[in-house]
């Protein structure tokens, strides 16, 4: 937008859209007096007809003859007129005029009016319509309101029209023009298209004259139908008038969007300098694609650079791209800048517009310092500034219709930000064929037998992956020939279900994979290396290589119910119901020299050392992995239990219908014995369960592992320090009388609360409050929000608390650790417009706040926002208070100070 737009073109053309809707030539603008038919109501306006039976036959039969009539002149009606009011009407049959009392309404064609009183004028074409004081509260009620077609309502104290002329005036006029506002003083038709204003308001407040926070004053004003003349102009807040003003302007006063200057903001970084930011243009290059440049400068040399393109096609696709390049300098003069990039891309397809096939995008990848370096880029976000990754995935599916097959094609980027390394898959793809039952038939009539029940599948995936490169390797020419790794996997489940005696599920599988791949490696020891500090070098050898490996399993499962039952008290049953599953499974030792899968590297033997020997697998690191070594006939077993409660209804309760209440929704316990171990035979016990609680108020989750088998703990001393390890024992800890090891646990437990949960009353979705209600304008606030989250509050719900809870165990008998956190966030509303917003973690064990403690206080002015955001400690210390307009067209127009992070002594850019 041009520099002058942000001031004042939203309002002209608000007023254009106002005069345009104000214009009232449509109620009787196409005709003469003479044509004129005003249709009285036969039951409320009983005696006024009954009065005046005589004046009014001749009217009726008018109108009568004029509705008939199907050759009227040019100048003749083409509708109806309809009139009528709730509390009298009444028709002066000397002057031509109709009087409409108590909530009057007038409609012509597309042109509807309502108010409290309506004068029609048909001797002087004029129509003229106003409220009226109300004698009770002595209040202004019931002004004129008016709609035309798709236009917005308009507002008005009062309106004057004639019908013939097409000229008028409108007093005090308020209108809503797509999140704008106007306001206040006069606005005089001038006859077609143009219109001349009076010291009109323009706002983003949707408060009325004269109850608007702030506006800008058109003193005078004409308004044509491409342009706009003003004359003196002002910024008024609160009924004060600044002195911020331009003597005249000239405008022009485009339908669509257009293109123009960004206007920047000021302000000074401690750090970088005076800065101005977001300074740009940008450009409508059409109705379905956009371009805006913004760019930010500081004193001391530092910049950033962005380029972000929406572009949109209803019912196909949309999506922005946005790039970005910033250079800055924390340290001192000379020292060498940080250069960073960011790009970022999200992508949608509408699900109808190709049935079968999808595409879809999001990326988010860049330097790992960009955020770090740029933190006013996501508005000093939390937790944009402390997460420690950034994924990215570009897909392409197709699924073809009547055939058990699809295919998705997908490019994803991985990047750990603390490491500062990349992993990419260039691409990968999944061909799949589901499950059929090959013996079955389509024309089979009755159950399936036995061998119909068979069922058959097919995967194929392959990839092209480069694992964790560091950033500064990954676009030099030797990461793609040296460092990417690809393969294929094949995968063919085939399986078997039957229930067995009624009560027993009996399932059986027989699965295989195949990889291929295109290289593997080779082990050996460097020549003349010696044992204990010996080292192994990795060759990468070129060529096709194959591996397969396959297992075979059974398993088998039922359901035991048990029900205690209690004839008094609320308690009217307690429900158990155990599902126990025991199974066996097989799987060859692949690691055998005949497959030639593992092979074993050797170092030569020196005075007076030996040789040493290590066994690896030729597909080591290998993106699908190597066949598993070791063989493997387990016994499998696990128990899953739940219990439920049912109560008894109150007498009270008139659906006499008993409350189910889940007191453990479930509890698993699980184990394997394996039968071709030499030794250690029976897996690690884990156990794990979860249950709600509360009315599903405190969700409750935990989970664990004992270790049977008795381990040893021994010292040893290393470079002059002793370090403990452990020895098992193929010995089970209850032959000693102790019971199991717990070796690692888990507990969590989360509750969010609000007023709603205690008053389940739900109501429906307001409109326009998803996006299934949604209509464009509300779309694109909707759309302002998800970009900005921390810029919404809302103030309608007056408190929300959320507690997460979180414990953690975990025991290598020659160190433990454990975890004792709880979180905290939520906010209170301390008065209709007050709000406190808080998130913090508290370590219970070291008795601490964490550093990513905030809090937030806000002031609902109406249509503007007071923020103030507080980090009071901490690597992030930082405040900041802001104050912006809530309208979406003036999210640059605000007011902040700020401290951040930057400026502590603990912030180091080079870390």
């Known amino acids: 937008m041009k520099f002058v737009s942000l001031f004042f073109l939203p309002v002209f053309i608000l007023m254009a859209n106002v005069t345009a809707s104000a214009t009232t030539r449509s109620v009787y603008g196409h005709k003469p007096a003479i044509d004129t038919i005003i249709k009285l109501d036969t039951i409320k306006d009983k005696k006024l007809l009954k009065g005046r039976k005589s004046a009014l036959k001749t009217s009726e039969n008018n109108a009568l003859q004029a509705n008939n009539d199907t050759t009227k002149n040019k100048n003749g009606l083409k509708s109806m ?316 599916g197709r699924v073809w219709a009547g055939t058990p097959f699809n295919l998705t094609v997908n490019l994803s980027h991985s990047q750990d930000l603390t490491r500062k390394t990349v992993t990419l898959e260039l691409p990968t793809f999944n061909f799949n064929m589901s499950t059929i039952s090959p013996f079955d038939s389509k024309e089979r009539v009755g159950e399936q037998k036995w061998y119909q029940k068979i069922t058959v599948g097919y995967s194929l995936q392959g990839t092209n992956k480069v694992n964790n490169v560091p950033e500064a390797e990954l676009f030099k020419s030797t990461t793609l020939t040296k460092r990417l790794q690809n393969g294929f996997e094949h995968q063919i489940p085939i399986g078997f279900n039957q229930t067995i005696l009624k009560y027993f599920q009996f399932s059986t599988s027989v699965n295989y994979t195949e990889r291929w791949y295109f290289q593997h490696i080779n082990e050996r020891y460097a020549r003349g290396s010696v044992p204990g500090r010996d080292s192994l070098v990795f060759d990468t050898i070129g060529g096709f290589k194959r591996a397969g490996e396959y297992n075979i399993g059974a398993n088998m499962s039922t359901k035991i119910y048990g029900t205690m039952t209690f004839k008094k008290g609320s308690l009217q049953a307690i429900r158990y119901v155990a599902t126990p599953s025991i199974g066996v499974s097989f799987h060859p030792d692949f690691g055998d020299p005949r497959y030639g899968y593992y092979q074993t590297a050797v170092s030569d033997a020196t005075v007076p050392y030996q040789s040493s020997s290590q066994r690896y697998s030729i597909f080591q690191n290998s993106v699908y992995g190597s066949p598993s070594a070791g063989k493997s006939a387990a016994l499998t077993f696990s128990l899953n239990n739940s219990i439920e409660a049912k109560v008894r209804p109150k007498s009270t309760d008139t659906s006499t219908t008993a409350k189910k209440i889940k007191i453990l929704e479930g509890f698993t316990v699980s184990t394997s014995y394996n039968f071709a171990a030499d030794s250690l035979n029976l897996s690690p016990i884990s156990f794990s369960g979860h249950t709600s609680l509360f009315k599903d108020k405190l969700n409750i989750n935990f989970s664990g592992t004992f270790n049977p088998y008795t381990t040893l703990v021994r010292d040893s001393i290393s470079n002059g320090q002793i370090y403990k390890y452990r020895i098992p024992i193929n010995k089970f800890t209850w032959q000693n009388g102790k019971f199991p090891t717990l070796v690692q646990a888990s507990l969590s437990a989360s509750a969010s609360l609000n007023p709603a949960l205690f008053h389940p009353n739900v109501q429906p979705a307001a409109p326009g409050s998803t996006l299934q209600t949604a209509n464009p304008d509300q779309a694109a606030k909707l759309a302002l929000l998800n970009s900005d989250p921390s810029a919404y509050v809302d103030f309608n719900v007056p408190w929300n608390a959320s507690i997460n809870y979180s414990f953690s165990y975990s025991n290598n008998y020659t160190n433990t650790y454990v975890s004792n956190t709880i979180m905290l966030s939520g906010d209170v509303s301390v008065t209709k417009n007050w709000k406190v917003q808080y998130t913090t973690n508290y370590d219970l064990r070291k008795g601490q706040l964490s550093s990513a403690t905030s809090f937030g206080i806000y002031r609902n002015l109406h249509c503007w926002d007071l923020s103030f955001q507080w980090l009071p400690f901490g690597y992030y210390k930082s405040y900041n208070v802001t104050l912006r307009v809530k309208a979406p067209i003036l999210q640059d127009l605000k007011l902040t100070k700020r401290s951040d992070y930057t400026s502590n002594q603990y912030y180091n850019p080079y870390q």
Not at 285 to 314: E, H, V
Not at 348 to 356: D, L, M, R, Y
């Open 81 to 396: 007129v309809t009139a009528h009011a709730e509390d009298s009407t009444k028709y002066d049959d000397v002057h031509q005029i109709l009087y409409l009392y108590g909530k009057a309404r007038v409609t012509y064609e597309d042109f509807e009016m309502d108010a409290d009183y309506i004068r029609v004028d048909e001797k002087n074409k004029i129509i003229y319509a106003s409220g009226l004081i109300d004698p009770f509260t002595h209040r202004y009620i019931g002004r004129p309101i008016f709609k035309q077609g798709k236009d917005k309502p308009v507002i008005t104290d009062s309106l004057r029209f004639n019908y013939e002329t097409k000229k008028g005036k409108l007093f005090n006029a308020a209108s809503d023009q797509d999140g704008n506002y106007i306001s206040g003083g006069q606005i005089r038709k001038l006859g077609g298209e143009d219109a001349a204003y009076d010291h009109v308001i323009f706002s983003t407040c949707d408060l009325p004259y004269p109850d608007t926070h702030f506006g800008i004053v058109i003193t005078r004003g004409i308004g044509e139908k491409n342009q706009i003349i003003s004359g003196p102009a002002f910024l008024e807040v609160e009924g004060v008038p600044l002195p911020l003003a331009i003597p005249f302007g000239f405008f022009p006063k485009p339908n669509t969007r257009a293109s123009g200057i960004i206007i920047p903001t000021f302000g000074e970084d401690q750090k970088l300098g005076f800065y101005l930011r977001n300074f740009g243009y940008y450009i409508a290059l059409n109705d379905y694609l956009d371009l805006t440049t913004t760019g930010t400068f500081y004193s001391k040399g530092s910049y950033a650079i962005s380029t972000s393109s929406r572009y949109y096609n209803r019912y196909k696709y949309s999506g922005t791209v946005t790039l970005s390049y910033s250079s800055t300098n924390y340290g001192l003069p000379g020292d060498p800048s940080n250069k960073d990039f960011h790009i970022d891309w999200s992508h949608s397809q509408n699900p109808n517009a190709h049935p079968g096939v999808t595409f879809s995008a999001s990326v988010n990848a860049g330097t790992a310092g960009f955020f770090q370096h740029n933190p006013a880029t996501e508005g000093y976000n939390l937790n944009t500034l402390t997460q420690n990754t950034l994924r990215s995935s570009i897909s392409y």
